[in-house]
């Protein structure tokens, strides 16, 4: 009985020997995979760090390289930095101005040297003057006036009040695209000439150098066309062209041109049509007298010569045969 009872009593003290044992090697496990996980996180985290200080120093990097060139890396802001916007540059208009005032002054002289003043005053110059007199006291004048773009509107209204305004007008033309066109295209041919040139330093066959230079030679010839259009817009973009046309009124205010043509008007006209025509034809009559006069001489000297010089005795033609000879005196 009592060995019956140890055998059935073994079994709970063997099982009870095996739970610490599970329970041991459970934790063992959970601790092994809790030192894993961990260890992957930090690693994860490392390189996430790691990979963040890359960027953050090739951003810097980069920031301090285009700084030093100048370039648009300088405007580019760092990883994580704030950055502030910017406005963009304006692109610069560049418009052609002209206009025409046709003014009436009391005095010509006096109004031609206001405007000169007054261009001068401005930064301008006076390009061109006509002054003349019709009519015996009758002046005119015709200036043309180049003023910076800035002081246009100023002396445009000022011109136009220093008398009776008659006609004004004026024009604006847009240039822009050309202006940045014909600049484009300067520094493509400046670019193309450089490359030229260096090829001439390379050739070695007297040839190539001959063929370079005859190229060079039309690059250089477009590339000034290009630098004279540049220096024309640039001329006609800073100052604007104001045409002035000055007159004086006449003295019973109202012009000669514009009255209507009567009998003695037309009597008049005749007339000085007429002496206008006797006096062309004395001078021609002036011009051909003497040629007339070498030939009349040339005409009498022949009559002349005509008369001393003996005639000539005609043959007396021979008779028929049968025919009666004429009697004898």
């Known amino acids: 009985m009592t060995v019956g009872h140890h055998t059935r009593g073994r079994p709970p003290a063997r099982s009870a020997g095996r739970l610490p044992r599970a329970v041991l090697a459970a934790g063992l496990l959970a601790v092994l995979l809790g030192t894993g996980a961990c260890g992957a996180g930090d690693s994860a985290v490392d390189r996430g760090t790691a990979a963040s200080d890359d960027r953050a120093a090739s951003d810097e990097k980069a920031a301090a390289s285009g700084a030093e060139r100048g370039g648009p890396a300088a405007a580019r802001p760092a990883a994580g930095a704030t950055s502030e916007a910017r406005p963009d540059t304006a692109v610069a208009v560049h418009v052609i101005r002209t206009a025409t005032l046709d003014v009436e002054v009391a005095s010509v002289p006096k109004a031609v040297a206001a405007a000169r003043a ?189 008369r001393r010089l003996p005639r000539r005795r005609t043959p007396d033609r021979p008779s028929a045969p049968g025919a009666q000879a004429p009697p004898a005196p």
């Open 118 to 306: 007054t261009a001068e005053g401005a930064g301008g110059l006076v390009s061109e003057e006509t002054t003349e007199r019709l009519d015996g006291t009758h002046e005119t004048s015709h200036l043309v006036l180049r003023v910076p773009q800035e002081r246009y509107e100023g002396v445009l209204d000022e011109l136009a009040g220093s008398g009776k305004l008659l006609t004004r007008t004026s024009a604006a033309k847009d240039v822009t695209g050309q202006v940045v066109d014909v600049e484009s295209r300067i520094a493509t041919q400046r670019a193309s000439v450089a490359r030229v040139r260096e090829l001439m330093d390379k050739a070695g066959r007297l040839s190539d150098v001959v063929a370079l230079e005859g190229e060079l030679s039309s690059r250089q010839a477009d590339l000034e066309s290009l630098l004279a259009q540049q220096a024309s817009l640039k001329d006609r973009t800073s100052l604007a062209t104001i045409t002035l046309e000055l007159s004086e009124p006449y003295a019973d205010g109202a012009d000669p041109g514009d009255e209507d043509t009567g009998f003695l008007d037309a009597l008049g006209g005749g007339w000085d049509a007429f002496v206008t025509t006797l006096r062309w034809i004395t001078v021609a009559v002036g011009v051909t007298a003497p040629f007339l006069a070498a030939v009349a001489v040339l005409l009498l000297l022949g009559r002349l010569l005509r």
